[in-house]
């Protein structure tokens, strides 16, 4: 039996990263505003830098935090180079940029190459033909019909195509026979000013931005540095396979694997290789904003872009191979992969087998798009998930909130946010204190708040959990806390392992330089003890340091080939003695 091992080769400080998320509206309101807004502030996330901190966290990734009307929760910004009123000012950001920088947090921003609001001045401009704006967006007159009727140009469909769904379960739609599929909503929107179409890949309210046009190229690497030179240490890019088009505007194939039953979006009833990943396009806009971060004037820094891209396996790897010190995909596979032991294995041993040398690797538990980790694994499954990718090389990410072990909200429906309907469980305010009002997120009255809070998890507030040691948070910290320290964690490379148990995964980690050893072994059977062994252990004695179970273990000694007993949904973490 041949064992491999995926070395850690990147240079990159980035590759130890665990970054927290935060999504701004509904972290923390600073206690100093008067009066209170209802909604999260930079200064609100200055004031918590010490409990990201405390967590062990030594990156965050900010959502967006710039002017909007907010129709898409921040992700329709009105100017890419300020900050929304509503969360603070320029000076605000840049007193957060230096708290955390002093306490050895980093800071990417989430940056939105492929559309803006249409409130954008640009929009405004382009849609009047103003200043040379006129090809900033993606405009079309249409094909007129027989009795003067403007048609889009082709069929290319808007991601948020579920309000049409939700429709015609209301009844509306009636015109569609049973047997007929519900129509995605059109990328193309009629504009009575121009008097033409544009298109907008999400939300009608924002229009994609051009990117075959080097004027919008050069704005938005312009925007890029405007934050760069503020001093933030890299990027979040937003739905990046967006920007890449094909502007001879072919219609989209059909997807002939689509059935109404299993898929939740109509838009899925296409499949995507003019509209967005086209692969022509995307290569060559990728590798321009990868210059910018690798631009000498930014020599010294470590500089990092995370894409954010929902494409197949190989595709992605294509990005990822444009400039792995720079840049790489989103490893969302652990994410959608099955939650059983064969699923995440197959996922894990590929992911790090076609790691490419300099590439940072990553692990995503969740973000704010994705119904909370609880809601789809439940209490024990999320703390064997949080141990399962804390202890995997490369940058971990781990979104507001998880670290408390919350549960998707029951958002009542005239509270909601998103124009989709169906992201907002996972996105209410944090609960920093249940014995304060709002669970000490803000003091406003509670109707103002941006979403409500989720009183169902008040209980799971950071106050609470700090005081115990079983907690979830108390587990995320302990579990990070090793991450910093063993260098198997740190610098290890990902040995894939095989045990004798179909339900139990395991994975080592090892460092060449000081032989630092790990295994980490998942119990996935949910109402069942496991015996385990570990057929091809890179070695045999070690002792547990970590349970997501029980969290501290007093070293408890196991033989890995004689065998190892986990408890149901139960994962840990095993160091060679
Ligand atoms: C990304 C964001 C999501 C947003 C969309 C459009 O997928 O994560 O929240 O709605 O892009 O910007």
Redesign the pocket.
């Known amino acids: 039996m041949t064992m491999s091992m995926h070395a850690a080769r990147s240079n990159s400080t980035w590759k130890n990263a665990v970054v927290y998320q935060i999504y701004p509206w509904t972290f923390s309101e600073d206690s100093a505003r008067d009066p209170q807004l209802g909604h999260g502030s930079i200064k609100g996330i200055e004031e918590r830098l010490p409990y990201i901190e405390s967590l062990g966290a030594n990156a965050i990734w900010l959502s967006p935090f710039y002017p909007s009307p907010m129709v ?2 921040g ?2 910004i009105s100017d890419f180079r300020n900050v929304h009123p509503a969360l603070g000012t320029l000076e605000d950001f840049d007193s957060l940029v230096k708290s955390a920088h002093e306490r050895h947090i980093r800071l990417m921003v989430d940056f ?1 190459p ?2 803006s609001s249409d409130k954008h001045e640009w929009f405004e401009k382009s849609r009047r033909r103003e200043d040379g704006y006129d090809d900033w967006y993606i405009w079309h007159p249409g094909h007129k019909d027989e009795y003067g009727n403007n048609h889009p140009p082709n069929n290319w469909a808007s ?2 195509s579920i309000p049409h769904r939700k429709a015609r379960e209301h009844g509306e739609m009636s015109w569609l026979r049973d047997d007929e599929w519900t129509p995605p909503i059109s990328a193309w929107k009629w504009d009575d000013v121009r008097e033409e179409f544009y298109m907008h ?2 939300a009608v309210e ?1 229009p994609d931005l051009n990117w075959s046009n080097p004027y919008v190229r050069e704005a938005m690497k312009d925007a890029m540095r405007f934050w760069l030179d503020r001093g933030v240490d890299g990027f979040r890019v ?2 990046v396979n967006h920007i890449g088009k094909n502007m001879e505007l072919l219609d989209e194939e059909v997807n002939t694997a689509y059935n109404e039953a299993w898929y939740e979006n109509p838009y899925d009833q296409l499949l995507k290789h003019q509209s967005c990943n086209y692969p022509q396009t995307l290569h060559e806009y990728v590798w321009e904003m990868c210059q910018v971060l690798k631009d000498e004037a930014y020599e010294e820094r470590d500089l990092r872009m995370i894409l ?1 891209a929902y494409m197949g396996e190989s595709d992605l790897r294509d990005i990822d191979a444009i400039a792995p010190e720079v840049a790489s995909t989103f490893n969302f596979g652990g994410l959608l992969a099955s939650w059983d032991a064969n699923s995440r294995k197959i996922q894990m041993d590929y992911y790090y087998e076609r790691l490419l040398r300099d590439a940072v690797a990553n692990q995503v538990n969740g ?3 994705k119904s909370r980790l609880v809601a789809r694994l439940g209490d024990n499954g999320a703390r064997v998930a949080a141990v399962l990718n804390l202890f995997l090389p490369g940058m971990r990410f781990i979104y507001n909130g998880e670290e408390l072990g919350l549960d998707d909200a029951d958002v009542p429906p005239w509270r909601l946010q998103d124009p989709n309907g169906l ?1 907002d469980p996972e996105r209410t305010p944090m609960p920093w204190d249940e014995t304060q009002p709002n669970v000490g997120f803000s003091r406003a009255d509670p109707g103002d708040l941006w979403l409500p809070t989720n009183s169902a998890d008040a209980y799971k507030s950071v106050m609470r959990q700090k005081q115990h040691e079983k907690s979830s948070l108390s587990l995320y910290k302990a579990a990070i806390r090793l991450c910093h320290e063993l260098p198997a964690a740190m610098t290890g490379g990902y040995v894939p392992l095989r045990t004798d148990s179909d339900q139990v995964l395991a994975y080592g980690r090892e460092d060449d330089e000081t032989g630092d050893k790990l295994v980490v072994l998942v119990n996935f059977t949910r109402n069942k003890q496991a015996s385990v062994k570990v057929l091809d252990s890179h070695f045999v004695i070690g002792g547990v340091i970590l349970s997501s179970a029980n969290v501290e273990q007093a070293n408890r000694r196991v033989d890995l080939r004689a065998g190892v007993t986990l408890d149901s949904d139960e994962a840990i973490v095993i160091k060679k003695i």
């Open positions: 898409d929760g992700y329709d939105i492929n559309h991601v948020f890949s999400f924002q937003d739905a954010e973000n704010h798009d992201r």
